[in-house]
């Protein structure tokens, strides 16, 4: 069985405890591989590392940088299969979605490539006139980044390339459900050209690696994505040495459904947003709130829907949807669902373990609007669809939320879709279709208790550099004294 290291300096090295532990397929219970047992001396060793490294790649020239991250990308294309059996194993996959994970990554390299050469600074007018002032924009260091299991690689390119290509240098540590996917991914990083240090992977639990990281005084910039109440811990603990700090947290989010659509075309749409990898996805679409008087028509189509997605091996095409991440996940959809029946909800469909760790796509119609089910991110394939007489009280539901991630609204009336879209209180609201949209250069974040701060793009680079005040004067300079 094969042992993996920590990937440090360019090379894998085990934990100093010499501890570790098994990464497991949620599919098949097999037993990928053990992952080094990270801990703070690990970490100590990690930051090293990226110390040295930063001097080097703060300093190379936007060029060089953007060369490197365009090989970088052109690597993770190359190691294609290599990477996507890892991810269809690890993270219990279909394959279609870790294709487009492997779509994903090289594409997020490529825009922070392009991003290198857009470190904009600032002139600005001043009173006197002999001093000439400038802003300029610098890495802030160390960024730890500490990566989800339910897209392991797509979010770590993303949450790294960015700070990568602002000339910081960056130390994962992925999620102990999916550490072999991270270590290959820094393996392919290095070969195509990576500087040694300048991405490293420690693996671990977060309280014995993932805190101490978070910690260490030498980094200077976290970005988390995962649950709001690990996210709550991760920001308490970055925020007594100050440290940048972007947070992508959950969501519950809302699908408007309004009464102008084609229900079997809104319950196809939705469906995706609802059951894309069993509903692990934080921007997945939970809450489906219908125009009256169609929901319960939209809630059978829906049903109808989810009975007939293709269940078979993670390698057909044909499979729409695989197994939760852990028996933990499982008893928590399971009680969500319990709940939102004993609350006078209506399972239509679903509502139980298939086998192993796989649940059923459940929709529940008329849910109640209190308690686990309807105010938590229950991060599995049930969709909850509630149906209102008016948009106003569409929108008035929408926000009724603590979270604010993401929206998506269903409508063929492009003023009704555009006023609801201001009105929502989400980091993102999108017309036309589900909840659950990417992009490398969009800001993806939210609202309350969905995050701090924005990944993707320009606003990656914004959130991980330092802007700097630099004056020059040129004549006489005068004081009171």
Known sequence: MRIYGHFIHGREVPAASGETFPSVAPMSGDILGYAACGTEADVEVAVSSAQEAFAFWSSLPPARRERILLECANAVEAHHDRLLNLLIDESGSTIVKARYELLYTPSVLRAAAGEVRRLYGDTLPNEKPHRLSMVVREPVGIVA??????????????????PLGAGNTVIA?????????????AKVLYEAGLPSGVFNVVTGCGSECGEPLVKHPGVRGVAFTGSTATGIKVGHIAIQTLK??????????????????????????????????????????????????????FAHALAKKAASLYLGDLRDERTAYGPLINQRAVEKVFRHVQLARAGGGQVITGGNVDHGLVFQPTVIYNPPRWG????????????????????????????ESQYGLSAGILTNDLKRGLSAARQIRCGAVHLGTHSFQSDPMAPIGGYGMSGIGRSGGKYSIEHFTELKWISVESGETSGPF
């Not at 540590?173 to 991914?185: D, G, H, N």
């Open 173 to 185: 540590k992925p999620s102990e459900e999916t550490p072999l996917i991270a270590v290959e991914f």
């Open 372 to 399: 686990e089910c309807w105010e938590e991110e229950t991060f599995g394939p049930v969709a909850l669809v509630t149906e209102v007489s008016s948009l106003e009280e569409m929108i008035a539901i929408a926000n």
């Open 244 to 297: 940048r700090l972007q947070l992508e947290l959950g969501g519950k989010n809302p699908l408007l459904v309004l009464g102008d659509m084609d229900m079997i075309k809104a319950a196809e749409i939705a469906a995706v947003g609802a059951f894309s990898h069993s509903g692990q996805i934080c921007m997945s679409s939970a809450r489906i709130i219908v125009e009256a008087p169609h929901g319960l028509t």
């Open 145 to 162: 980044v500490i990566s989800p299991f339910n897209a392991p690689l797509a979010l770590l390119a993303k949450m790294a390339a960015f």
